[in-house]
């Protein structure tokens, strides 16, 4: 009884650890712009500087997208307008917005530091 009641208290434990780590690790859009590991696309989204396999780093990039795409989708609907000129027109409101020292890329790809 005693080893069932401990092997409970040890799950919970580790449950309530693992909540709290992962929240620690999390990285917001803004931190990830600030450390120079994510930019502004040329496409209205957002992409990694280099190319990395930070697990961390990956699920906010698709997060972030996976919003955008639907806020984009909604608006080229209600304004019937495509969602190129949604997203481009989303990619140049991005990089008036960008802070000096983040990053976004140019009509052509590469990655420039806002100065």
């Not at 799950?11 to 990285?27: D, G, N, P, Q, Y």
């Not at 600030?34 to 698709?62: C, D, W």
């Not at 955008?68 to 140049?92: G, M, P, V």
């Amino acid at each position: 009884m005693k080893a069932i009641i401990l092997k409970k208290r040890l799950l919970s434990c580790w449950l309530l650890l693992s909540l709290f780590s992962s929240s620690a690790l999390a990285i917001t859009l803004q931190q990830a712009k600030q450390q120079g590991l994510v930019g502004e696309a040329n496409n209205g989204l957002i992409a990694a500087i280099k190319p990395n396999n930070n697990s961390t780093i990956n699920h906010l990039i698709i997060s972030v997208n996976n919003h955008r795409k639907e806020t984009y989708q909604a608006i080229s609907q209600s304004h019937s307008l495509s969602l190129n000129i949604i997203k481009l027109r989303a990619y140049h409101k991005a990089i008036e917005k960008t802070q000096s020292g983040h990053f976004y890329q140019d009509s052509r790809g590469a990655w420039k530091q806002k100065k």
